[in-house]
């Protein structure tokens, strides 16, 4: 998507601009060829000849601007390409895509990225958000140490810090005892307001503490 977001504006503008310099390119042709003279001299030439000179330049000219399409061609394809480029520009002002990777912290638990405990997860990848949007993610927690512990989770070290205030991570732990060496799923849920404003990239910390 980020591909196409550069592409688009790039793509229309070069569909107006061929647009403009094929509506220019006909513009001039006509005009010359109002103005168009053969510099032969008739008594060189004569009359007759003179004339069939001048069929023979206007036709030789003519071939390649018969392959052109007409000017209302042209203008109406100019047209409905400033048009989309406008509703472009309005739609692409309207949404601001957010990219982030949240780092994971874990103190006296290990946290997975699949049910079999085989990945440890370090990272959570958003991918890019749109305002108002609530994505999920599933992880595994498990508790590596002696005794039952509960679980605390918290998050830090915001950048910008101001996106705090706009973006917010819960979970659906249920605050139970998991046993020493026991493991619970979790789903991790995050949350962008819809009136976030001045934030493109982001990132901070999640922390997941065990407890005794």
């Given at each position: 998507m980020a591909v196409a977001a550069v592409f688009e504006p790039?793509?229309?503008?070069g569909y107006v601009g061929g647009g403009v310099i094929l509506l220019?390119?006909?513009?001039?042709?006509?005009?010359?060829?109002?103005?168009?003279q053969v510099a032969y001299e008739p008594r060189v030439l004569g009359v007759g000849r003179m004339r069939r000179l001048v069929r023979q330049v206007n036709m030789e000219g003519e071939k390649f601007w018969r392959l052109l399409p007409?000017?209302?061609?042209?203008?109406?394809?100019?047209?409905?390409?400033?048009?989309?480029?406008?509703?472009?520009?309005?739609?692409?002002a309207s949404i601001v895509r957010?990219?982030?990777?949240?780092?994971?912290?874990?103190?006296?638990?290990q946290v997975y990225a699949d049910s079999q405990l085989s990945t440890?997860?370090?990272e959570i990848s958003w991918g890019t958000l749109n305002p108002g949007e609530v994505r999920t993610?599933?992880?595994w927690v498990k508790n590596t140490g002696n005794d039952a512990q509960k679980l605390v989770m918290w998050t830090e070290g915001?950048?910008?810090?101001?996106?705090?205030?706009?973006?917010?991570?819960?979970?659906?732990?249920?605050?139970?005892?998991?046993?020493?060496?026991?493991?619970?799923?979790v789903v991790f849920t995050l949350s962008v307001d819809p009136d976030i404003v001045d934030v493109v990239n982001f990132s901070f910390d999640i922390v997941i503490q065990g407890v005794s």
């Open positions: 790039l793509l229309l503008w220019a390119a006909v513009f001039v042709h006509r005009r010359l060829a109002v103005r168009r007409s000017t209302k061609v042209i203008v109406c394809f100019v047209a409905v390409s400033v048009v989309m480029l406008l509703v472009g520009a309005v739609i692409g957010i990219r982030n990777v949240g780092t994971i912290r874990a103190v006296g638990v440890v997860l370090t993610f599933n992880a915001w950048v910008p810090v101001s996106a705090q205030n706009s973006i917010s991570l819960n979970w659906d732990y249920g605050d139970e005892w998991i046993p020493a060496g026991a493991s619970i799923p």
